[in-house]
C-alpha cells in the first residue's frame, strides 16, 4: 500500500510540475515574422531586436494532411534558426504553419482539423519537421475557422497538438516544443466564437492581428485606421479585440498584440478630403505599401504626416494618394499599452517591411 501511495504521489507532482513548466511560459515576447515571399535574406535580421522569430511559411499538403516545406524554402528555414542565433543566440524561433492564402488555404485546413485521423497526420509531420529543422516551436496561421463547428475543431487540434508536444518531449527528453497561433483581433470574430478554453489549455500564446480593420478591395472603401488601437463607436480596434479575449478567459499572459509594418494606400475620391473616413475611388499599387516605401513615399512627395492620438494610427497623402499606417509614435504606445495590460508581448508582421530596423528598435526600447 505505501509503494502504491509513494506511486501516486510522485505521478502527481510530475503532472505539477509539466503543468507548471507549460504554464510558466514565456516572460516576454518581442516577436515578429520573416516572409519567405519577401525574399528578404535571413542573416540580414537584427534577432538581437527580438525574443522569438517567425519563419514563414510551411505548407498544409490538401491532399495528404500532412506539414512540408516548399524545395525552394527548404535550405532557409534548415538554416533559419543558427543563422538568426547568431546575433541572438537566445533568440527562439517557430515555425509558421498557413498563412492568410485565400480560399485554398481555408478550405485545407477546414478539412484537415474535421476529422481525428487527419488532425493526427498534421501535428506528427508539423512536430517532425519542427525537429528536423531544429526550431524551437510551431505557430498555426489558419486565417479563419469559419463558422462553430470549425471553430470546434480548432479547439480539439490545440487540446491534441498540446498532447503530442507534451508526449514527444517526454519521450526524446528534449524541453517541448512551443506552441503560438495567429488569431483573429476578436475572440469573437464577426459572431463566431473561438476556442478560447481549448486555446488556454494549449497554447503558450496567441498573436493578435489587431490590423487590416476596414480593408477591402471595393472602389466605395474609406480611410478607416487600418490597425486602431482604439476606435470609438464601434467594436473594432486593438483593444476591443483584446478586451474581449480577457473577458472571454484567456489571461493576459497568453495574449501578444500585434501590428503592421505596413499600411493601406487609397485613392482619395476628393484630395481635399484627407483624414479619416474620407470616401475613395480605389487602391493604389494593391492596397498594401511597406513601411519602408511609405517612407520613401512622403520624402519623396513631401507628403503630409499626421499621427491620430485618438484612435493611436497614422496616415499621410499628398494629392488623392493616402496612406494609413503605423508609425514611431503609434507603435511605441501600442507597445506600452502592452505592457500596461500586463500582456505578454507583442509582435509585428513582417520584417522586410521595417526602414532599417527603426520600428524593431524602438518596439523593444520601449517595452525595456
Known sequence: MASKILHVILSCS????????????????????????????????????????????????????????????????????????????????????????????????????????????????????????????????????AN???????????????????????SSGKPALLLSAAVSYSSNYFGVINPVQAISNSLDWINVMAYDFFYNSNSGRITGPPAALYSPGTQISGNAGITAWIQAGLSAKKIVLGFPYFGHSLQLADANNHGFWAPTSGVVNGGATGYKQIKQFIAQNKATHVFNATVVSDYCYSGTTWIGYDDT???????NYAKGKNLLGYFAWHIANDDNWALSRLASQTWG
Not at 471553430?151 to 491534441?160: I, K, P, T, V, Y
Not at 509614435?329 to 507597445?335: G, M
Open 14 to 145: 510530475l503532472l505539477f510540475l509539466l503543468q507548471f513548466q507549460f504554464s510558466a511560459g514565456q516572460n516576454v515576447v518581442k516577436a515578429a515574422y520573416w516572409f519567405s515571399g519577401s525574399e528578404y535574406a535571413v542573416s540580414d535580421i537584427d534577432s538581437s531586436l527580438f525574443t522569438h522569430l517567425f519563419c514563414a511559411f510551411a505548407d498544409l499538403n490538401p491532399q495528404t494532411n500532412r506539414v512540408t516545406i516548399s524545395s525552394g524554402n527548404q535550405a532557409r528555414f534548415s538554416t533559419f534558426t543558427a543563422t538568426v542565433q547568431r546575433k541572438n543566440p537566445s533568440v527562439k524561433t517557430l515555425l509558421s504553419i498557413g498563412g492568410g492564402g485565400g480560399d485554398a488555404i481555408k478550405t485545407a485546413f477546414a478539412s484537415m482539423a474535421s476529422q481525428a485521423s487527419s488532425r493526427k497526420l498534421f501535428i506528427d509531420s508539423s512536430i517532425q519537421l519542427a525537429r528536423n529543422n531544429n526550431f524551437h516551436g510551431l505557430d498555426i496561421d489558419w486565417e479563419y475557422p
Open 148 to 170: 462553430a463547428q470549425q471553430m470546434a475543431n480548432f479547439g480539439s487540434l490545440l487540446n491534441e497538438w498540446r498532447a503530442a508536444v507534451a508526449a514527444e518531449a517526454r
Open 329 to 335: 509614435q503609434s507603435i511605441s504606445t501600442k507597445v
